[in-house]
């Protein structure tokens, strides 16, 4: 297995030998036998350990284990305990999740901290086989089905390639122990159940299944990166992006041969889950939304709006008392007084002082407000200054007003002062409000 390692290492993973690299190492078969092979080939590595508190006394073995492994090999060992439990209940998240996003975080910091360029797992052949029968089980997209990514990011998987036995091999040969994580036998989680009681049967239909399933699994790596390019390449023609919101143009989405497949290739990673409702939104009602937990769609006029969910809140507002002079959330406002008028543009106004009512209010739109546009004659509702300014949806929504005491509109923010608090020659005191959010 060294010379099958070494060989795959200087075709597939060259760069490894020119790094500093961090082994997250459990002190199962896997793990141990990537530490011996690492050691053997003359790699530059260190060992990381968490401690989950999960297995009590025996996870307390394991770490002890690896710290003993790490002295054989002469090799740096970093070693964490997490109260695994408890951050699973804080954050409301499975054990498996917890202990997943406490590992990395803590690979991560010491990635930073110690300078290590690579992070390496020890995830084999038959984890990848496991992984993909999950997640067809599940529902998953073609790139889920292309398994367990060798590569991605500075995270990789050396033993990916070479299978359990052959693993298993490697340590009859070369007596090596290792520790067995008892929880491993329980078919309560998942994944076991598909080790256990699948993979058996799979086995028992073609007995090279593993073979078979790596030789294939290129292939449809090879076509889905071809599918991929093809897409990502279609959604740039479809999108464009404007500051925090993603266009799309359903004119020319609805040109392509199966529009539904280009819809989910945008979305997929965003949470949507009905797709039914989110293909039906193409044809839907100006002002549909459908909502994920990170995102929301608006469908407004010829395009689906895409942007991350924020919390508009049509009833919040902020008092500005008169000794304020800067203001930072839920937009940035400076606030002045000053001698002269200076270039005014939409990010700026002056207004007579002593027409100002304190304290000003920074609110969102509410029905009926109406205005005295600047440069307008008469009056205007909000409501048709902005059909007026084609503004989005999601536009209006981010609009502010500036009120003072009376809830009087000072200032359609960015967009158009009011005439009744306009500077004229009787003005004897000018208070300059600047938005900085656009600059």
Sequence with gaps: MLISFQSHINQKLPFLKKGKLLLAISGGIDSVVLAYLLKASGFNFSLAHCNF?????????????????AQ??????HTISFDTLKYASENKLSTQMAARE????????????????????????????????INLTRGASLQKLTGIPEINGNIIRPLLP???????????????????????????????????????????????????????????????????????????????????????????????????????HILRDLGFTDWEIVVKLLTAQS???????????????????LEKNSVFLTNFEIEITKECTQ????????????????????????????????????????????FYPFGMKGKKKVSKYFKDEKLSLLQKENVWLLCDANDT????????????????????????ITSIQNQ
Aim: positive net charge.
């Design 162 to 264: 070479f299978m359990r036995n052959e693993i298993e091999q490697y340590t009859i040969d070369n007596q090596i122990s290792w520790r067995e994580d008892e929880s491993n036998q329980s078919t309560k989680y998942f994944r076991n159940k598909i080790r256990h009681q699948v993979v058996p049967v799979l086995k028992s239909l073609n007995k090279n299944v593993l073979q078979t399933f790596n030789k294939h699994l290129q292939f449809l790596k090879a076509e889905q990166n071809v599918l991929q390019n093809h897409l990502e390449k279609t959604a740039k023609e479809i999108c464009t992006q404007e500051k925090n919101t993603l266009k799309i143009e359903i004119k020319k989405l609805l040109k392509q041969s199966n529009p539904q497949v280009y819809l989910h």
């Design 409 to 432: 509109i000072i200032w359609v923010v960015n967009k158009r002062a009011d005439n009744r608090f306009s500077i004229t020659d009787n003005t004897k005191k000018i208070i300059k």
């Design 327 to 370: 203001i930072d959330k839920p937009i940035p406002l400076q606030l002045s007084v000053v001698d002269r008028v200076n270039f005014l543009t939409e990010n700026t106004i002056y207004v007579d002082a002593s027409l100002v009512k304190y304290p000003l209010r920074l609110r969102k739109k509410k029905t009926g407000d109406v």
């Design 287 to 305: 002002g549909k939304i459908v909502l994920s937990k990170t995102h929301r769609l608006l469908k407004d006029r010829g395009f689906l709006l």
């Design 102 to 133: 406490l590992r990395y975080n803590w690979f991560d910091e010491l990635v930073e901290y110690q300078k290590y360029k690579y992070i390496l797992t020890a995830h084999h052949a038959n984890d990848n086989l496991e992984t993909v029968l």
């Design 72 to 77: 054989k090999l002469e090799v740096k060992c």
């Design 53 to 69: 508190k999960l297995r009590f006394e025996n996870a307390d073995k394991d770490e002890e284990f690896v710290k003993q492994l």
